[in-house]
């Protein structure tokens, strides 16, 4: 809900041009309220003020409400303002990693603004009801036994809604800009000539590590990391770059290739003791984080690990919650490493 206040029994009064008033209409009904409109001066001339106890002016300069608005004071109703609602548009968000308590003040505002709300399911969908103020709320990401809605047709409908004269907001899981097609959806909408703009959001790269304790940096053990999309195997080339970096990698989508991986940064030089962290439903009840060495990792170690999960590869791990002693008590620290 948009207003904190719980306006069941009230009736307000919408004065404004339909287009304009949307955003009003739909945070008073989503308030309680039941909602009359005036959507000409016409209109406003003849309304019905029974049981009317709030009138909102949507705000669009035009000196012909001026006199309806005037009266309604004179008629003892209370008068508020609000903005009218602008045209079309789309807002790319980062939703973070599945927890409105990672959301941005940004994205908070987007979401409340919006008409329509298309999502996936690592954004935290669950709670777009309390988060919106009423949008339509379009479910566009994988669930079990539903296939995804294929990129293009989520590009279309963005642009469909926006040219109805909508705010869209497009809610992503972590930040748009990582792994997550925000570009394509960006290039889609200035390509179709409609208002755009990007609210990054906290990435799961960094967020979900962090939420078992693991840094992915840490001034004494590691100045890099990389992150890698495990959505494809990587080529051997790829291997033996991303161990020769010697710095931390979190790979995204790489629960399905990860045997690939490990067995490629083994042939690539990795040690067999470099540690590793699977972390699985990062900031959900059910979090849980499997440790291991690379070699036990090849083993089978981690091979119950299912999706959403993070898998961070290097001496960083060491430092996560809950990382066995005898994994924990060796970190290879960058003074060790050069003395
Ligand atoms: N744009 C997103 C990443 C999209 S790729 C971001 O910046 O976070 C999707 C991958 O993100 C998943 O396969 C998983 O590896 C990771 N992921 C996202 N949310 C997660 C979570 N809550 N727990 C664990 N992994 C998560």
């Not at 777009?128 to 339509?136: H, I, K, Q, S, V």
């Not at 290739?257 to 067995?263: E, S, V, W």
Request: aromatic share 2%; proline share 5%.
């Amino acid at each position: 809900m948009l207003l904190d206040a719980d306006l069941t029994g009230h009736t307000v009064l919408v004065l404004g041009e339909a287009h304009a008033s949307r955003r009003a209409l739909r945070r008073y009904a989503a308030a309680g309220a039941t909602v009359r409109a005036a959507t000409s001066p016409a209109e406003a001339a003849g309304v019905d003020l029974d049981g009317v106890s709030l009138a909102v002016a949507v705000a669009d300069g035009d000196p012909a409400w001026r006199p309806h608005v005037t009266d309604l004071g004179r008629r003892r109703v209370v008068v508020t303002e609000q903005a009218a609602a602008p045209g079309g548009q789309i807002v790319l968000v980062g939703g973070g990693p599945g927890t409105p308590e990672l959301l941005t003040v940004a994205a908070r505002t987007a979401l409340r603004e919006a008409d329509v709300v298309l999502h996936d399911r690592l954004s935290p969908w669950r709670e777009l009801r309390e988060l919106t103020g009423g949008a339509e709320l379009v479910d566009v990401g994988k669930r079990p036994g539903h296939h995804a809605v294929p990129q293009a047709q989520i590009e279309e409908m963005l642009i469909a809604h926006a040219r109805a004269g909508k705010t869209v907001v497009r809610l992503k899981g972590g930040d748009p800009f990582v792994f997550g097609r925000g570009r394509e959806e960006l290039g889609a909408a200035l390509d179709a000539g409609i208002p755009v703009s990007v609210v990054p959001g906290v990435t799961s790269a960094i967020a979900v590590p962090a939420s078992a304790d693991i840094p992915v940096t840490h001034r004494d053990v590691t100045h890099t990391f990389t992150v890698v999309s495990g959505h494809a195997p990587l080529t051997d080339a790829e291997h033996a770059h991303l161990a020769g970096l010697g710095g931390t990698i979190v790979v995204l989508m790489g629960i399905g290739t990860l045997n690939h991986l490990l067995a490629g940064l083994r042939r690539a030089g990795l040690r067999d003791t470099t540690p590793v962290a699977v972390v699985e439903r990062g900031y959900r009840m059910d979090q849980a984080t499997t440790y291991a060495t690379l070699g036990e990792a090849a083993r089978g170690a981690v091979a119950g690990c299912a999706s959403p999960a993070v898998v961070v590869i290097g001496e960083v791990v060491r430092l996560g919650r809950g990382c066995p002693a005898e994994l924990a008590g060796a970190v290879d620290t960058l003074a060790g490493a050069s003395a």
